[in-house]
């Protein structure tokens, strides 16, 4: 949250998605409607208690989820992650899955661009493997997520579990 100032609050961060800033500054005139669609967007992930919460003060899990927030009040089709657990601990990493479940539900497309299949939520449909910028592999998890695959793209031994739609790689 380097791009944030200290003294930002959630609600602030939210708003300035409109405003393609990192804050809002003394100029910005967020207006009633501004206003409204950083609400329904902070309530939509369940954290319209981070609104007032100076981000300087949120934990990195809380912080990413309030930057989803401020997508989405453009009402994207589709939001893309990259490598969006990094920094984040278990429950963290859990909520954040669970966020872009209740996203993927509720119609929006999830691109997720990850090295950890335990990051891959079930709504996801498609795979594509790439190495060196070319792909290796396209196409149904089940079908691409495999032992064999995962092996011959990383150069190790790879196996490959699944469980509740989610996968393990060890």
Do not use: W
């Not at 989405?72 to 984040?88: C, I």
Request: with cysteine; glycine share 8%; aromatic share 4%.
């Amino acid at each position: 949250m380097a791009s944030c100032t200290t003294d930002a609050t959630g609600r602030d961060v939210v708003l300035s998605g409109f405003f393609g800033s990192t804050r809002i500054f003394p100029h910005h005139s967020p207006s009633t409607d501004l206003l409204e669609k950083s609400e329904v967007s902070l309530a939509r992930l369940g954290i319209t208690h981070l609104a007032a919460r100076p981000v300087a003060q949120m934990s990195s899990g809380e912080a990413k989820r309030t930057l989803i927030a401020r997508a989405l009040v453009h009402e994207p089709q589709t939001l893309l992650f990259d490598e969006p657990s990094n920094g984040l601990d278990i429950g963290a990493q859990m909520q954040l899955r669970d966020t872009m479940r209740s996203l993927a539900r509720g119609g929006l497309g999830i691109l997720l661009v990850t090295h950890h299949v335990s990051e891959i939520i079930p709504e996801i449909e498609r795979v594509v493997l790439l190495r060196e910028g070319r792909i290796v592999a396209d196409g149904s998890k089940q079908g691409t997520l495999t032992s064999e695959k995962l092996s011959a793209l990383f150069g190790a031994d790879i196996h490959i579990a699944s469980r509740d739609g989610y996968f393990s790689a060890f």
